[in-house]
């Protein structure tokens, strides 16, 4: 099949889950309604009559931004999942193995917890948190494997990152033990969720995205040469220390602004890269975008499951991506195994 | 042109070469012998601009240290072993990220009709052109370490570094290798600078010869007016003419 016809079907892929992620749920309304609400919400188009207010109100403050922002964090992890496995050339990296994700949370949970706000723009205060905590994670991770090794080598930059990871996660552990009152909150929100998305959520990831993806494009062909290897990369003309790091930090911002909205939502990261590059090949100009709407598409998927299947209750997103997750990922990685000659 | 002045290198702050001072001309190949641990390969990613080093690397007169990578890129290439791929690309696709240095940079910057011309060239070059479109990873590994000969070729460079590439390939596709670089070099404006193990392929490249022994330039110059029976046994601390006498007396045996 032809890459052309390939995006195609994802696009509509994508678009297939946006219209389920919005028209199934509770209201019930169908997917006429719902463009009416659109159409009235955002161009003052009159509504019709049989719509009423609270349906507006579900669809509009409730429905729509949860998807919008299922789709956004799923995008966003799916694209820092690949820019990390590119950079740190292993297929199992992710901002889950290097820590990011566990330093994140811990500092948007301290936030949480602690209810300290920015002063001047509240609604940052958790992205940024969940930014410095997986910031820091990283460095620390770096640093620590640069004392193991002095080469750095990428399995110890990933080992040290699991083991931090695991360390820092215990402290979240122990501050949700101890949160009282918020500690359903904690929980669930550990588990991942988009239970309460709300508009601004929906900018500040999308923001990140945006900007992650203008970064990657400016160094798709960097990211191509270090997939080959860093020296071959530095042979090639690659500055690479400066590269690494830009991009490590880009990669953190957006699993960051994810995490600190959506709580800890696994597999997704780390299985979207790897079907993308099945279907588009490894190139990082054609795999980034479609990392993005393949992986958009599936959060909302799974999202919707986790809010349906056991209606009215909900269940972690996190537990849903990891079920449909990990057999999927064995299969990729098996048949990959099967197939090829050399690994 | 690549001049060395007392450079010293290694890892970790450890140094594993000590004080080379040598000098390799433009047009000219060169080979480094030495038993394994003697530091011609860490020489030559200090070559390279791989590794720090202390004293002076100059390309053209200009220190490697204070120069951007795309600029040494534009004069030197490294090639070393096939090393494990991850994640697939196409042939064509992988020769053309040796174009790097040569391509426009930002987000909208990219491939020129020149670039093209010039990956095209390369495939021919090596005998690729009917696998363009196969994945590196479906290819066996001789074809792989064509596949990287050519996006070394498509680079561009004044010189290639060979760190040992053929390592893991068959008698025919060394010798291959070393012929398509010789061919390479013949048009006496490109040369080679290659590490070797085998005495016997580094002599098909060419009979410049650096001999390294514990980090330490011993000597250098052509193979028939340094190599002395004596000379190589000491410096591979074993008696390597006669090992090679010997095998040839097998070999002329052979109907």
Request: aromatic share 8%; charged share 15%; net charge neutral.
């Amino acid at each position: 099949m032809k890459s052309g016809v390939k995006a195609l079907l994802s696009a509509l892929f994508c678009i297939l889950c946006l219209v389920l992620g919005v028209v199934i749920g509770s209201a019930g309304l169908s997917l006429a309604d719902t463009f009416s609400i659109l159409g009235y919400r955002l161009f003052g188009l009159p509504l019709p009559e049989h719509i009423s207010n609270i349906a507006v109100s579900i669809m509009w403050t409730i429905r729509l931004p949860r998807v919008v922002a299922a789709f956004l964090v799923g995008a966003a992890l799916s694209v820092s999942g690949a820019v990390m496995q590119s950079v740190l050339r292993n297929p199992l990296a992710s901002s889950y193995t290097l820590g990011v994700s566990a330093g994140a949370s811990l500092a948007a949970a301290a936030v949480i917890l602690s209810g300290v706000t920015l002063p001047l723009l509240p609604s940052l205060t958790r992205p940024a948190a969940g930014f410095i905590g997986g910031l820091m994670t990283v460095f620390l991770a770096m640093g620590l494997a640069a004392r193991f090794d002095r080469n750095m080598e990428n399995v110890t930059i990933i080992l040290t990152g699991m083991v931090l990871g695991l360390f820092v996660n215990a402290f979240l552990t122990i501050l949700t033990a101890l949160s009282g009152d918020h500690l359903r909150l904690l929980v669930f929100w550990q588990m991942g969720s988009f239970g309460d998305m709300k508009w601004h959520a929906c900018g500040m990831v999308g923001a990140a995205l945006a900007a992650g993806l203008l970064v990657f494009s400016c160094f798709s062909r960097e990211m191509d040469l270090m997939t080959f290897g860093e020296e071959q990369a530095l042979s090639a003309g690659v500055e690479l220390k400066r590269v690494k790091t830009v991009l490590l930090l880009t990669a953190t911002l957006l699993t960051g602004a994810a995490v600190s909205f959506a709580g800890i939502i696994g597999f997704v990261d780390l299985i979207v890269p790897h079907v993308t590059r099945r279907l588009f090949g490894s190139r990082h100009r054609a795999t980034l975008p479609m990392n993005a709407l393949l992986g958009g598409g599936f959060m909302v998927l799974a999202d919707l499951i986790a809010r349906t299947v056991m209606a009215p209750r909900e269940l972690p997103v996190g537990a849903i991506t990891a079920l449909v997750g990990a057999p999927f990922f064995a299969w990729i990685y098996f048949r990959r195994r099967g197939g090829a000659r050399r690994d | 042109m690549i001049e060395l002045e007392n450079v010293s290198a290694g890892y970790g702050g450890q140094d594993v070469v000590f004080d080379v001072t040598c000098r390799f001309e433009s047009g000219v190949n060169y080979c480094l012998l030495g038993p394994n641990g003697c530091g011609k390969t860490t020489l030559l990613r200090a070559m390279s601009g791989l590794i720090p080093h202390t004293g002076g690397i100059l390309l053209d007169g200009e220190r490697i240290e204070t120069m951007p990578r795309r600029k040494i890129a534009a004069k030197i290439a490294v090639m070393s072993q096939i090393n494990t791929i991850y994640f697939p690309y196409t042939v064509y696709d992988t020769v053309m990220l040796g174009r790097y240095q040569h391509m426009r940079r930002g987000p909208f910057g990219g491939v020129s009709a020149r670039d093209r011309q010039a990956v095209e060239k390369c495939l021919e070059t090596t005998g690729l052109s009917d696998m363009a479109d196969r994945l590196v990873s479906e290819l066996s590994g001789g074809q792989c370490q064509r596949v990287f000969l050519a996006h070394t070729l498509a680079q561009e460079p004044d010189t290639i570094l060979l760190d040992e590439p053929t390592n893991h390939l068959d008698i025919k596709h060394q010798i291959e290798l070393i012929d398509y670089l010789r061919a390479w070099t013949s048009d006496g404006r490109h040369s080679v600078v290659g590490v070797f193990h085998d005495v016997n392929l580094a002599l098909r490249l060419t009979d410049n010869m650096l001999f390294m022994k514990d980090g330490r330039l011993q000597s250098g110059g052509k193979f028939d007016e340094i190599a002395t029976r004596a000379f190589l046994a000491d410096l591979f601390d074993m008696d390597i003419a006669g090992y090679m006498t010997d095998s040839l007396e097998k070999w002329k045996g052979v109907r």
